[in-house]
């Protein structure tokens, strides 16, 4: 979008930014868009319509975001020193590939300066009855069911059976748990599988039919049935048929406030749903070196995760002072473990592939609630697609291999300073190309383990300073529930071999930017506004005080609808205005990379790495001036290696000031490592020349390097740095060819239309009596 949308000079401006589309971030999105605000989602990762999802090992093996290394997919994998966790990325957050269980936290465990071992409190500025109108409206909207274990198929799910079977010898409570997933086509009609899914009223924004639950246990590598009611299919497709917009592929990287009370963001755009550079799709490129764009909005959400949005708020804390020291404080994994029940001869495991992948739970209280301790809760567990591939290391041929070198970097990273805490890059190599499934069943803690974590910014990458060490006897007390009911089955109880090391795997990393009563202990108030920053809202995960006891996502949405109405309570009464629409709604967006080799005239090496972006190709096509956007990068060493452009622009077959002659121009921005600001500027001359030289004409660039930033029409005032040629080789030419890529409203029409454009006018300047 360009940055002057909104026809004046500066970023376009929105009533509200919400930064990411998960539990807070959807439900956010939908309230303000519904009340008549213009609201612009942006999220980082791409739209998963149903069938979409990865299933074979070679796609899950791509199926992990790590920008750096090429990789767009779904799973985010951290690393961090006390603990290990998994996130998502995409278009709905992570109900994605959560188990979809939606839990009220317990009225009891809403504790107020409770002493936490190892010093310190936790304290929740609010109560159970103050969110339980907004439970209510999120259940509506999400629509949890108990699961339907009295009626077939269900009621034949071994592993449901074999829990509550289990609780029961063990004298644990057990209940079926309650689950966004539409087992019935429609409300209160009788459930069965592979059924069609009525849409809302609402509609769906990805347009593809919904079929119920096929009990095939793959809810968290992604529906491919569209049997969840994930936040795509219900909150965002309610914000979308309200007016707002939603943008995949944006990362926010900075945030800054206005002299008027609003806020600027700065934002780059990956590679996904015919977005950002191929050539980054390809080759991967560090987010840092994108090129950023901006938006500006008088309201703006942090709903990134708490990962997401606890980074971003320490990156720009001195874009926002008066952050408080509470920043990055009140961590914990939400008291997740993981361990294995394996069958034992003549007792088998039950098979966890059966079924959604949680289906009851075993609720064990705490002090808090009656009971002793922290309290937990554990649940069935189903077959994760991070969980196969982690067992099937010690199963197939090349596995032990790779699970010995993803241990050991684990062992490693346990005792050193590494701040690299991404590694969805090492955890593809860790997937490999295997096959097969191991015969365990998971059970799956939940509780409140001790929030005394710090996350920090080290290097520039997020580190998260929290161990088990603190919530030792929290994990004890899971581990022994987990043997009483593996005795109960007769299996045999083994912990997650990261145990070894005290390390947890969490899928619900909470705290960073807690909600309090002032701003000496907290980064927000009980409504998720910033203390100190009015307007700047946290509706996620990083808000949440303490552990929620149970599965988190449901109190998450709560908290969010509850900022809403505060919010729209507090909005000054004036009509909203309505952004234009993306273009991706009402154009044909269109992009092809370039690659072109060479050298300067004193012989050092030149490349050009280029994306060529047209935003409405019908625009493009008529306007005389023919310019698109020009992204990548320049490869240099005098000019100092490789360099990012960060602006640049690509006019096309512009008159060359004589009949029958065309020119392509080239206009680029680098910065250089010594600070230095360059342009780069290329000329393409397409004439009918005596001889064949159409190919020389379209594939030859005169390239020159001046000091400064030169705008796109402006000539240069000093002297040319450098001077060279690079061409467009046969085989890059082919490349470029096949990378061509059109999408938006009629992506086949947009690509005849430019195919016509670029043969008219080669024939007009080439074809016969045109010379």
Known sequence: MPEAANGGSGPERVDAIVVGSGFGGSVAAHRLAAAGLSVVVLERGRAYPPGSFARTPAELGRALWDPSEGLYGLYDVWR????????????????????????????????????????????????????????????????????????????????????????????????????????????????GPELPVADAPYGNLHGVPRRTCALTGECDLGCNNGAKNTLDHTYLSAARHDGADLRTGHQVTTVEPLGDGGYRVGYVVHPVDGAGDPYAERHGVRT????RRHLDCDRLILAAGAYGTVRLLLANRARLPGLGPALGTRFCGNGDLLTFLYGRPGAPAPRP?????????????????GGS???????????????????????????????????????????????????????????????????????????????????????????????????????????TTMRALSDAMGTR?????????????????????????????????????????????????????????????????ALADRMSTRLLEMRPPRPAYRPPPSPVASATTLTFAEKMR????????????????????????????????????????????????????????VPAGSPGRRRMLYRLHLHGPDGRDLTLTGRKEVGDD???????????????????????????????????????????????????????????????????????????????GRA
């Open 353 to 369: 592939d059966r079924g959604p992948v949680i289906t009851g739970v075993v609720d064990v209280p705490g002090e808090a609630a």
């Open 690 to 768: 005596p001889g064949f030289d159409l190919w020389p004409d379209t594939t030859t660039l005169a390239v020159g390097v001046w000091p400064g930033l030169l705008g796109p029409d402006e000539e240069p005032e000093e002297a040319r740095l450098c001077h060279g040629t690079v061409r467009v080789g046969r085989l890059d030419f082919i490349r470029q060819l096949a990378s061509m890529r059109a999408a938006g409203a009629a992506p086949l029409a947009g690509l005849t239309r430019f195919g016509r454009f670029f043969a008219g006018e080669l024939w007009d300047v080439y074809g016969p």
């Open 288 to 291: 840092a070196d994108l090129p």
């Open 598 to 653: 060479g050298a300067l005239a004193d012989g050092p090496a030149l490349t050009l790495r280029l994306t060529i972006a047209v935003d409405d190709v019908d625009a493009f096509c008529d306007s005389p001036d023919h310019r698109a956007e020009a992204r990548g990068e320049v490869a240099c060493e005098p000019l100092g290696g490789r360099l990012t452009v960060r602006e640049g622009w690509f006019n096309l077959f």
């Open 373 to 479: 301790g922290r309290g937990h809760i554990v649940q069935d567990g189903g077959y994760p697609g991070f969980l196969n591939w982690f067992m099937e290391g010690a199963r197939v041929a090349g596995g032990v291999r790779r699970m010995a070198a993803f241990a050991a970097g684990l062992a490693l990273s346990s005792v050193s300073d590494t701040p690299d805490s991404n590694i969805s890059g090492e955890f593809a190599e860790l997937l490999g190309a295997g096959g097969g499934f191991p015969g365990v069943l998971p059970l799956l803690g939940v509780g409140r383990d001790v929030p005394d974590g710090v996350m920090t910014l080290r290097g520039g990458t997020l580190d998260v300073e929290w161990t088990t060490r603190t919530s030792r006897a929290y994990y004890e007390g899971v581990r």
């Open 80 to 191: 961090f020193r006390g603990c290990d966790s998994l996130v998502s990325s995409g278009l709905g957050g992570g109900s994605l590939i959560y188990a979809n269980v939606l839990l009220r936290k317990d009225e009891r465990c809403f504790v107020r300066h409770e002493a936490l071992p190892g010093g310190g409190h936790e304290s929740w500025p609010l109560t159970r009855a103050d969110l339980d109108p907004h439970y209510d409206a999120v259940e509506a909207v999400l629509r949890p069911v108990p699961y339907p274990v009295d009626a077939p198929p269900y009621a034949r799910t071994p592993k449901t059976a074999a829990l509550r079977d289990a609780a029961e010898r063990a004298g644990l409570p057990w209940s079926p748990a309650p689950l966004a997933v539409s087992f019935s086509p429609a409300p209160g009609a009788p459930p």
């Open 493 to 557: 109880c083994l912990d997650n071999p990261l145990w070894l090391w005290r390390r947890v795997v969490t899928v619900h990393p909470v705290g960073g930017a807690p909600m309090g009563d002032r701003p000496e202990d907290a980064v927000c108030d009980a409504y998720g506004e910033v203390f100190g920053h009015p307007r700047l809202y946290v509706a996620d995960a990083a808000a949440l005080p303490g552990p929620v006891g149970v599965n988190p996502s449901l109190t998450i949405a």
